[in-house]
């Protein structure tokens, strides 16, 4: 799926059908559908891009101690970027 198609599916009620886990979840955090988007980076659990969407996740919660755990599980460190930034960064990487 293209970046393009990816941002005119937000306006779905449901996510398309041939998205995978990852843009699953992705598009459910963009949807602001925090916990279907959390079950889905847990049961990724252990892989960085999914790790990394957990990371965020922790972030958008206000858990900044959670967030930093699973932005270093990831190999990464915590972004100076917002949230909104941070989201769109995503969907260009992963679609």
Not at 14 to 39: F, I
């Amino acid at each position: 799926m293209s970046y393009k198609e990816f941002k005119e599916s937000l306006i779905a009620e449901a996510p398309p059908a041939r998205l995978g886990p990852l843009q699953l979840g992705l598009w459910h955090a963009a949807k602001g559908n925090w916990e279907t988007a959390h079950q889905v980076a847990q049961d990724h659990e252990g892989r960085p891009d999914f790790d990394r969407l957990h990371a965020y996740l922790h972030r958008v919660e206000g858990d900044e101690w959670n967030a930093g755990y699973w932005y270093r599980r990831a190999g990464a460190s915590m972004p100076a970027q917002s949230l909104e930034e941070e989201l769109e960064s995503f969907i260009r990487l992963w679609c």
